[in-house]
């Protein structure tokens, strides 16, 4: 969490700064604040909440903002003390000639702040920050090489940290450096940018040095160079981002979400391009390297994951013990990093995750590589950390996505999970030919059906306004649609904050309907298929007890003109292809009751969409 932006160049320093950071909001949104450096002087301007506020403190500060010649910026996903003006970065040492930017968390920092008040050292928050600043003005004493000192520095550190250090007597010199967070170097025509994530720089410039960990870089507004913790110099390759700047514009919706959420049939599209030509051919992953006999060997698939990413996980885990009959796992990444896992070289570990940067994913994705597993991850970010452990790697090219709410990145793992299962299937050739046919035949005709669901707002609107009162909401399903209600049900409460909970709808009996009364919402994800009449009669066992129920459904059956208060309808589809289409009304849904009340749906409370601390 948290965003950093640096720059040195000629353009205006403020509107630079501020600008990245507005694309890095979905990082984090409690407080923001920038150090600019100019001739002579180094200043820091803080706000509490989003950006806005500090765009507004420094309208009032222009005469000295616009000398500035470079600066270091922060948005801050609070983790160590309050989100308040002193607790926000950048921070500084005593005399305040060095300034810090940091995103992740200093777990040493205690130990590190009473050696430093020993020395002298006056803390004035309650950041582990704040250590940094003074360890490196320390290093720096000795060195008065800001390089160096930054070298020396992180030596003392543990946890995880990306770093954006400015001196004032280095007036052409950012330093930056990382570990277990993502910085990279946004390489300019006369003029050199750090940044958190690319879409902070990829309005100036589509060339990037991603830095691994431990490497230390140096910018000034000519020249960029890197070495490595022991200061041997690092040829580091440029890239060319594939981003465009469109891809961050609303396009004229009022929320990114709404924009994603319209996205999907041609996500789907495009991830279908060059994996799948005809129904008739075998898919395509070519960066997947499991061959038969890796296959074979397998005793075992473990799926990591968290939040949207594990609900698309489960499903995987459904699809993949369906059509290849190995034993799949599913767990949250945070559960799997704190016990002793059966983890071997004859276990397959898929890491899933929309950024490639969750901290717990890419935690147990090391842990199982170092006990020799192979290491799959389907990932919306080939150029991510966790992209980069991988052995096989499945790219699933939604586009970024700027809404903190996962949707189309969602969508896009669900047909990556697809497609890896029916690949598996071919090689392993353990499921019936004409069940993969009519799967690839049907897969390729989803976005249509997708675009008629979106075609057909209104009524999902309608359902909206009818139920955005409630305080609670519970969705049921069965089989492969049960993530959906999972995932149905976190849409709902992380952008609404209405108490949404998904249940396995034969668990309904065993405690949840108890809390059943006219007041309390269901809805039934009802999808024809082999579960279809057993979700049908826990339904009539919610309706026998007064509660507000709604159907999702793709059947025409009449009773459920009986059963249910109102009636969702998605096209018809085959049972285990149905969570792709079951979602996208349940995501419209959630954005709609959201938008009724009123609430910041791109960038809900407490929430940030890169999640890079334990
Ligand atoms: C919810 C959401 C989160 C993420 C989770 C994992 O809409 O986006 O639950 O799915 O934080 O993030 P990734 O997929 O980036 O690992």
Redesign the pocket.
Known sequence: MCGIVGYVGNQSVVDILLDGLEQLEYRGYDSAGVALQTPDKLDVYKAVGKLCNLREELKHHTDETRKAIMGIGHIRWATHGAPTVLNAHPHTCNCGNLVVVHNGIVENYKELRELLTAKGCVFKTQTDTEVVAHLIAQKYALSKDLTEAVRLAVKDLKGAYALCVMHKEEKNKLVGTKLNAPLLIGVGEKENFFASDVPAIIKHTKKAVYLEDGEIATLTKDTYSVIDSDGNVVEKKVEMLPWEPVALSKMGYKHFMLKEIHEQPDVIRNILTGKLHTPQDNVILNEVKLTREHLKNLNRIQII???????AAMIGKYLIETLCGIAVDVEA?SEYIYRRTVTDEHTLVIG???????AD?LTAIKQAKAKGSHILII??RPDSA?AREADSLVPVNAGIEVS????K??IA?LVSFYLLAIYMAEIKESANEYLLLSLKTDLMILPQKIEQILSHKEEIQKCAKIYSGTKDFIYIARGINYPTALEGA??LK?ISYINATGYPAGELKHGPIAMLDETMPVLSILMKGCVYEKLLSNSEEAKARNARMIALTNSEDEKLNDLFDFIIRVPDVQDLLSPILAIVPLQLLAYYIAEFLGKDVDQPRN?A???TVE
């Not at 994951?305 to 609900?311: D, N, V």
């Not at 899933?352 to 940067?357: H, L, T």
Request: aromatic letters at 4%; charged letters at 10%.
């Open positions: 994951a968290c939040g949207t990413s594990l609900h990444s899933v995750s929309q950024s490639g940067e969750t994913t990932t919306n966790m903190v709410a996962a949707t990145s969602y793992q976190l849409k992380e929430l969409k890169s999640v």
